[in-house]
């Protein structure tokens, strides 16, 4: 049986054969650019704080594990986290909903 050995192909489009058009805006896997970084963060939604009002954010690995610590000042319970995400969830779904409904209507609309 021969060995077969595969090779991950970066999914980025930095490392793409063929130049990519973003219509104007800058490459969005440039990861040396800041103002790349800036303009596309703008629509992360894991940043927006009424979207995801429940997202733990932590500046570096010691903070995360003060974090997930029992009894350290900074601890937070990722159960009670969860729950409280879980309900969010619930109420934002039919907004979610009502959104991809009108962007679809646009794009019929638009045929």
């Known amino acids: 049986m021969a060995l077969v050995q595969y090779q991950a192909v970066p999914a980025t489009s930095a490392h793409t054969p063929f130049q990519i058009d973003f219509k104007g805006h800058p490459d969005p896997n440039a990861r040396d650019d800041i103002n790349a970084f800036r303009h596309w963060t703008q629509y992360c939604d894991f940043y927006d704080e009424a979207n995801m009002p429940h997202i733990q954010k932590f500046n570096s690995m010691e903070e995360l594990q003060q974090m997930t610590t029992p009894g350290h000042a900074k601890y ?36």
């Open 76 to 111: 937070v319970n990722c159960a009670e986290v969860s729950e409280k995400m879980k309900a969010h969830n619930v109420k934002r779904i039919p907004a979610i909903y009502e959104q991809w409904r009108q962007m679809l209507a646009k794009v019929e609309a638009a045929k």
